[in-house]
């Protein structure tokens, strides 16, 4: 995967604090800024490869639009931990806000996003989500942002699938490459759920783009997605007792990264 520097790439996940404006916020940017920039050292002192962030306390989340806010503060955000790091970096702005992740990312020198609801329709928590590969690609072009790749979940978690059941994931990836996505992922059902095995070999016999798992990875079970996915996203894992909500956890994460490397080797 070119955006990255190495086979197999660790992406660990940043959950920024809730944001200005949605119920949990506790009043102090700065503090949300500094606490960013303190996960994403311990990350990069970890080893990791590379660092999303994501919005995940702003909940409830809207459908696909956020306020200017959301969307800046993310910017800045994203630019502290990219010149802290140095290290490819992403984003995901929730829930589905695609356009504003790529603002963001443009703004931030960022080098990718991930997007939800790019092709097929799904019913959300927040809603019914359409497919947005058309219009978030034609902002790219218009915004001169070519160079950040736009990473798609398929089958996403936290979401029913009953309108497109007779189209299977496999079939859903390979539309969303048609659709120019440049890497697809694959989740289990809820953030920390591990995705299928026999979903995520359907889906490279598909498609000849990167397949990324996108929750559910741990060191337990590490070495049967090795093989199988081009990258990792992992966020709940890389947090005290395994919890999305806590903060960084150096000696889990340390951990996984050993193992990370012995079985590259």
Not at 1 to 12: D, E, L
Not at 195 to 213: D, G, H, Q, R
Request: hydrophobic share 40%.
């Amino acid at each position: 995967m070119k955006v990255f520097n190495c086979i197999k790439p660790v992406i660990a996940m940043i959950h920024v604090d809730a944001l200005p404006g949605t119920p949990k916020y506790q009043g102090d940017v700065q503090a949300i800024i500094n606490k960013a920039k303190t996960e994403a050292q311990l990350y990069r002192d970890c080893g990791v490869e590379s660092i999303m962030i994501e919005n995940m306390h702003d909940v409830p989340y809207l459908n696909r639009q956020v306020g200017h806010e959301i969307t800046a503060i993310m910017s800045v955000i994203l630019h502290e931990v990219k010149n802290l790091t140095k290290l490819p970096l992403g984003i995901q702005i929730l829930a589905g806000a695609n356009k504003n992740a790529l603002a963001a990312a443009l703004a931030a020198g960022a080098d990718y996003i991930r997007g939800e609801g790019f092709v097929f329709a799904h019913v959300a928590d927040e809603g019914t989500f359409n497919s947005d590969a058309g219009e978030i690609l034609r902002y790219r072009k218009q915004i001169g942002a070519d160079a950040i790749k736009v990473f798609t979940d398929i089958k996403k978690k936290h979401s029913s699938h009953s309108i497109t059941a007779d189209t299977d994931i496999a079939e859903t990836a390979k539309a969303a490459e048609f659709f120019m996505s440049d890497g697809v992922i694959v989740t289990g059902s809820a953030t920390g759920a591990e995705p299928s095995t026999e979903e995520i070999s359907a889906v490279k016999n598909k498609v000849s783009i990167p397949v990324l798992s996108g929750s559910g990875v741990t060191i337990d079970n590490i070495d049967k997605y090795f093989e199988l996915c081009d990258a990792f996203i992992i966020g709940s894992y890389f947090k005290y007792n395994g919890d999305w909500r806590q903060t960084v956890d150096p000696e889990r994460t340390s951990m996984f990264m050993k193992k990370m490397d012995m079985l590259r080797q």
